[in-house]
């Protein structure tokens, strides 16, 4: 199990621990600086999702020459001043203007923390020696935004025996803050957990965003946090944190985003985009290797994970799938269908586009990747977040409507060895003739028919426009819980708010079985039966029709027991009557709401 990049290695992780434990409070001056001016000319601080780059993929790997000085040793004032010019030279015009500075900006090189001497964190000077301003100062004159860190909770270097004074608040002190037992929190419980009944906490939180303010950051992730990180219960629950520091970034007057991390609960999506602007939905991108990625470490889990989030993002607050490492090749560690088909996956997702790599050494295919503006488009419009449309096997299939009409499809080969994919534009409730974009090869491919099939590499994608020039699909729509249906096994029918009829069947497990009778077509052929289910994590069902021998297919999560989707199954059905069955097997099946199947192929 990997951690998110505060700590992850396992030696460095109990250094960590001890260097918290062990550090004592510096008595470096309290910061008075003038704040910076708030950006006046956003309207809302995420009104899209942001994109830049961020230091930790290079910090974290292990690549020749990165760390020369020690693991993490990546992180220095020089280097990120070395990332911002270059990010203002070749990627700012395309929309990446955020420079964020990851984990360790308070750490010497043995990972030891510095702080005031009011618990705050400060930078360390061999790190950072003109200070987190200097550099905030550099990043704005390029016309960029700055970003930085910090770990949820009261880091426990800077608690002090409880008698560390917190700023701006007469009478509080660091005893105050936490609870008497010192419980710890954050992923890796490198902190005390804050305790809100005591207005001193707020206070503490209050001050490190006014310092951020003061040195004039945009932008904060805050990491560690809970529930995720790999924890649970209550002492992780780091909800009163994040709505701490939302309402302490207000009182600064300064619009700063605020980013969670990592792998973050999806039962609290609600309280993420209440307090905060974004998301990490996974855990790190990043392998700890001798590259910055691999497309197994966890590159590849998103298409797992990432459909589960797709209706929580939206202005104001989005889904992050972490960094984009697609820009240096060998570094990277990534072919180039699997580069592609990484970026493909983050932008019809909306996710943060932000990029780890060296800046200065970007490849000429990395390039074209990142400075894609159609691609970007796809992330930055006003669509919603794309979905599967068909079930989540080796060949997949997303999309989603666009305001003018038109249609984001993606094509994903996530087999080892080439295959073929296929988007029926039934999937997409249409029929007929339909034009298509290639965004990535900026070309007009002409007219299709009714579909589109691609031969894709191994990792392999497309990403295209889909506009329909045919006619709706004239469809006829079957109930789950109708009385017409055979229900065996365990299979019920339950009350639905989210489904068509207010109802749905469930309790498809061990042997459950939903056969839909009488599902009537004109003629034979294969045709693409739209189901709708209810899922609160993929699972898998047998689905065939009439006598055949059916295909075990697995369903992307919907997010919830109560959010309603769909995917596309092909299907042979005859002329006449016919089945269709949804068999649990010996496993769980997702909860039924109804098909649709087209009058015709």
Not at 33 to 57: C, F, L
Not at 78 to 104: E, S
Not at 225 to 241: Q, R
Not at 466 to 488: D, I, K, M
Request: charged letters at 20%; a negative charge; aromatic letters at 10%.
């Amino acid at each position: 199990m990997r951690s998110s990049s505060y700590s992850v290695m396992p030696v460095l992780r109990a250094a960590v621990v001890l260097a918290l434990t062990a550090g004592v409070a510096t008595t470096a001056p309290p910061v008075h600086a003038d704040p910076a001016p708030a950006d006046t000319t956003t309207a809302a601080v995420a009104a899209k999702p942001y994109m830049g780059w961020s230091s930790w993929s290079m910090q974290s790997s292990k690549y020749p020459g990165l760390n020369p000085d020690g693991d993490y040793s990546y992180l220095t004032e020089a280097n990120v001043l070395k990332q911002t010019d270059a990010l203002a030279a070749k990627l700012k015009q395309y929309g990446y203007d955020h420079v964020n500075i990851d984990a360790g900006w308070w750490m010497d090189k043995n990972w030891k923390s510095g702080f005031d001497q009011y618990g705050r964190q400060t930078p360390d000077p061999v790190r950072f020696p003109n200070g987190m301003k200097s550099v905030a100062d550099h990043i704005h004159s390029k016309g960029l935004k700055a970003g930085i860190y910090l770990p949820a909770g009261l880091e426990k270097g800077a608690y002090g025996d409880g008698k560390v004074p917190i700023w701006n608040a007469p009478g509080c002190t660091t005893g105050d803050i936490v609870y008497p037992d010192l419980r710890t929190t954050n992923g890796w419980d490198s902190a005390y957990k804050l305790d809100f009944d005591n207005s001193c906490a707020q206070k503490y939180v209050d001050s490190q965003a006014q310092m951020f303010a003061d040195w004039g950051y945009d932008f904060l992730k805050l990491d560690g946090v809970g529930p995720g990180s790999f924890k649970s219960g209550d002492n992780y629950n780091n909800v009163a944190d994040v709505a701490a520091w939302q309402k302490a970034i207000g009182a600064t007057g300064r619009p700063i985003h605020l980013e969670l991390s990592w792998s973050l609960d999806i039962g609290h999506a609600a309280d993420w985009k209440k307090y905060s602007n974004g998301w990490r939905i996974d855990t790190d991108v990043e392998c700890y290797c001798n590259t910055l990625v691999t497309w197994e470490n966890s590159v590849n889990d998103r298409w797992d994970d990432a459909p589960a989030w797709s209706r929580k993002a939206g202005p104001g607050g989005w889904n992050d799938l972490d960094g984009i490492d697609v820009g240096n090749g060998e570094m990277d560690g990534l072919t180039k269908a699997e580069r592609q088909s990484y970026m493909t996956l983050w932008a019809i997702n909306k996710s943060p586009l932000f990029t780890g790599d060296d800046l200065t050494k970007l490849d000429s295919y990395g390039v074209s990747l990142l400075t894609n503006k159609e691609v970007i488009a796809v992330d930055q419009n006003a669509s919603p977040v794309a979905r599967p449309v068909t079930p989540v096997g080796d060949q997949q299939v997303w999309g989603t409507k666009n305001s003018d009409g038109s249609y984001t499809v993606a094509l994903f080969n996530l087999g080892d060895s080439p295959a073929s994919v296929t988007a029926d534009w039934a999937s997409f409730g249409f029929t007929g003739n339909a034009s298509v974009r290639d965004l990535w090869n900026k070309a007009n491919l002409g007219t299709y028919k009714n579909k589109i099939t691609e031969a894709l590499p191994a990792h392999g994608s497309r990403l295209f426009t889909v506009t329909p020039g045919g006619s709706t699909l004239t469809t006829t729509g079957y109930e789950a819980e109708a009385a017409a249906n055979t229900l065996s096994g365990n299979a019920s029918v339950a009350g639905c708010d989210a489904c068509s009829g207010g109802k749905k069947v469930g309790n498809l497990y061990s042997g459950g079985k939903l056969r839909f009778n009488d599902v009537t077509v004109k003629k034979d052929g294969i045709y693409t039966v739209k189901v709708s289910y209810v899922s609160g994590d993929p699972r898998s069902v047998t689905v065939f029709s009439n006598s055949g021998n059916g295909t075990s297919l697995k369903f992307p999560s919907t997010g919830d027991w109560s959010t309603a989707e769909t995917v596309s199954v092909q299907l042979a059905l005859k002329a006449g009557s016919n089945t269709i069955t949804f068999d649990s097997g010996s496993g769980y099946a997702p909860d039924i709401d109804r098909i649709v199947v087209p009058q015709s192929v």
